[in-house]
Protein backbone atom coordinates (compact mmCIF):
# COMPACT_ATOMS: atom_id res chain seq x y z
CA UNK A 1 0.00 0.00 0.00
CA UNK A 2 1.31 3.29 -1.10
CA UNK A 3 1.23 6.03 1.49
CA UNK A 4 2.70 9.60 0.96
CA UNK A 5 3.00 11.45 4.28
CA UNK A 6 3.34 15.28 4.41
CA UNK A 7 4.24 17.02 7.15
CA UNK A 8 5.44 21.16 7.69
CA UNK A 9 2.66 23.27 7.12
CA UNK A 10 1.34 26.01 9.13
CA UNK A 11 0.79 29.32 9.66
CA UNK A 12 3.69 31.83 8.97
CA UNK A 13 4.14 35.57 7.95
CA UNK A 14 5.26 37.32 4.64
CA UNK A 15 8.71 36.65 4.21
CA UNK A 16 8.84 33.41 6.59
CA UNK A 17 10.45 30.33 5.36
CA UNK A 18 8.64 26.33 5.96
CA UNK A 19 10.23 23.09 4.51
CA UNK A 20 7.60 20.52 4.14
CA UNK A 21 8.45 17.11 4.01
CA UNK A 22 6.96 14.35 2.09
CA UNK A 23 7.54 10.82 3.62
CA UNK A 24 6.45 7.75 1.65
CA UNK A 25 6.13 4.16 1.81
CA UNK A 26 4.65 1.46 -0.17
CA UNK A 27 6.89 2.54 -3.75
CA UNK A 28 10.22 2.02 -4.93
CA UNK A 29 10.76 5.88 -4.29
CA UNK A 30 14.15 6.23 -6.80
CA UNK A 31 11.72 5.05 -9.66
CA UNK A 32 8.92 7.79 -9.23
CA UNK A 33 8.96 11.57 -10.21
CA UNK A 34 8.54 13.48 -6.74
CA UNK A 35 6.21 16.57 -7.39
CA UNK A 36 4.68 19.08 -5.38
CA UNK A 37 1.21 20.79 -6.05
CA UNK A 38 -0.79 23.22 -4.59
CA UNK A 39 -4.14 24.20 -4.54
CA UNK A 40 -5.49 27.87 -3.24
CA UNK A 41 -9.11 28.30 -2.13
CA UNK A 42 -11.08 28.44 -5.28
CA UNK A 43 -8.74 27.85 -7.90
CA UNK A 44 -7.63 24.57 -9.56
CA UNK A 45 -4.25 22.48 -8.53
CA UNK A 46 -0.69 23.61 -10.05
CA UNK A 47 2.32 22.22 -10.12
CA UNK A 48 4.55 24.05 -8.15
CA UNK A 49 7.72 21.58 -8.54
CA UNK A 50 8.94 18.29 -9.12
CA UNK A 51 12.02 16.36 -9.24
CA UNK A 52 12.90 13.97 -11.70
CA UNK A 53 14.47 10.49 -11.08
CA UNK A 54 17.98 10.82 -12.12
CA UNK A 55 20.20 13.45 -12.88
CA UNK A 56 18.53 15.73 -10.68
CA UNK A 57 16.54 17.90 -12.88
CA UNK A 58 13.92 19.83 -11.24
CA UNK A 59 11.43 22.86 -12.70
CA UNK A 60 9.49 24.84 -10.94
CA UNK A 61 6.38 26.98 -11.11
CA UNK A 62 7.89 30.45 -12.69
CA UNK A 63 5.82 32.38 -9.41
CA UNK A 64 8.08 30.05 -7.08
CA UNK A 65 11.43 30.47 -9.02
CA UNK A 66 14.24 31.46 -6.70
CA UNK A 67 12.03 31.03 -3.59
CA UNK A 68 11.45 27.22 -2.86
CA UNK A 69 13.60 24.62 -3.42
CA UNK A 70 12.23 21.19 -3.79
CA UNK A 71 15.18 18.33 -3.35
CA UNK A 72 14.93 14.45 -2.44
CA UNK A 73 16.94 11.65 0.03
CA UNK A 74 16.29 8.46 -1.85
CA UNK A 75 17.74 6.71 0.91
CA UNK A 76 15.26 7.83 3.31
CA UNK A 77 12.35 7.65 0.46
CA UNK A 78 11.42 11.62 1.35
CA UNK A 79 11.25 14.61 -0.66
CA UNK A 80 11.30 18.30 0.55
CA UNK A 81 10.20 21.32 -0.08
CA UNK A 82 11.94 24.66 1.40
CA UNK A 83 10.40 27.55 0.86
CA UNK A 84 11.68 30.58 1.50
CA UNK A 85 10.36 34.41 1.30
CA UNK A 86 7.02 33.22 1.32
CA UNK A 87 4.09 35.42 -0.26
CA UNK A 88 0.33 35.65 0.74
CA UNK A 89 0.06 34.29 -2.56
CA UNK A 90 1.54 30.62 -1.33
CA UNK A 91 -1.27 30.29 0.67
CA UNK A 92 -2.72 26.79 -0.15
CA UNK A 93 -2.95 23.09 0.63
CA UNK A 94 0.54 21.72 -0.45
CA UNK A 95 0.19 17.99 -2.17
CA UNK A 96 2.99 15.64 -2.57
CA UNK A 97 2.60 13.34 -5.85
CA UNK A 98 4.72 10.53 -7.14
CA UNK A 99 4.10 9.23 -10.81
CA UNK A 100 5.87 6.60 -12.92
CA UNK A 101 4.42 5.78 -15.94
CA UNK A 102 0.44 5.68 -15.43
CA UNK A 103 0.71 5.03 -11.97
CA UNK A 104 0.43 8.56 -9.71
CA UNK A 105 -0.09 8.89 -5.90
CA UNK A 106 -1.41 11.50 -3.98
CA UNK A 107 -0.77 12.87 -0.25
CA UNK A 108 -3.36 13.94 2.11
CA UNK A 109 -1.98 17.61 1.71
CA UNK A 110 -1.05 20.23 4.14
CA UNK A 111 -2.13 23.45 4.47
CA UNK A 112 0.45 26.71 4.45
CA UNK A 113 -1.51 30.17 5.38
CA UNK A 114 0.93 32.77 4.25
CA UNK A 115 -0.64 35.82 6.73
CA UNK A 116 0.35 38.85 9.18
Known amino acids: QVQLVESGGGLVQPGGSLRLTCAAS????????MSWYRQAPGKERELVAA????????NYLDSVKGRFTISRDNAKNTVYLQMNNLKPEDTAVYYC?????????WGQGTRITVSS
Open 51 to 58: HSTTGGGT
Open 26 to 33: GLTFSAYV
Open 97 to 105: NAEMWQLDY
